[in-house]
């Protein structure tokens, strides 16, 4: 497939370009500074400032799925959806964030007492981009949470999914390295199992 990251410099969107380029994907990395990443086989850099509509329009024409991996403070969903549908590309994947994720009936991770003041603005944004996709009537949109631990870490090739609900190891650690959460996106991208819906994925 033709497969195009916004964001791609940060520290997952190398990952997800690792683990496409392994399945033999085509890559297109988009970012302000894409073409500071080596050159490799398969991959496309173009520099692109994503919060200019019509530049992220044309550089994702042409591609068979979008990837996201933009801040949601500085990326909202309709700077993302109008461009992916102007560009006609079907899908649009999103890397999300754990805050919207329940941890009791009614209760989100980041309406917890203990959620750290410091990633809260991000994770209600990531909330509210979450809110917005799901009132999209047409696009074929994914939003995959991680666990609230997400880190660089290990490609180990196993992961556990989920719908709604914070996963939790057998220990009460929730957690998902970003190399395995690499693999669960692009397992969704190559068999999608979860069309117009959120899912989270963990140990």
Known sequence: MNIAIIGATGRVGTRLIDEALRRGHRVTALA??????????????????????????????????????????????????APVKAAGVPRLLVVGGAGSLFVAPGTQLVDTPGFPDAYKSEALAGRDFLDALRAEPDLDWTFLSPSALFEPGERTGKYRAGQDELLADATGKSWISMEDYAIAMLDEIEKPAHPRQRFTVGY
């Open 32 to 81: 302000r500074s894409a073409t500071g990443l080596p050159a490799r086989e398969g991959l496309a850099r173009r520099d692109v400032d994503a919060t200019d509509s019509a530049a992220l329009t044309a550089a994702l024409t042409g591609h068979d799925v979008v990837i996201s991996t933009a801040r949601f403070a500085q990326l909202q969903a309709p700077q993302v959806v």
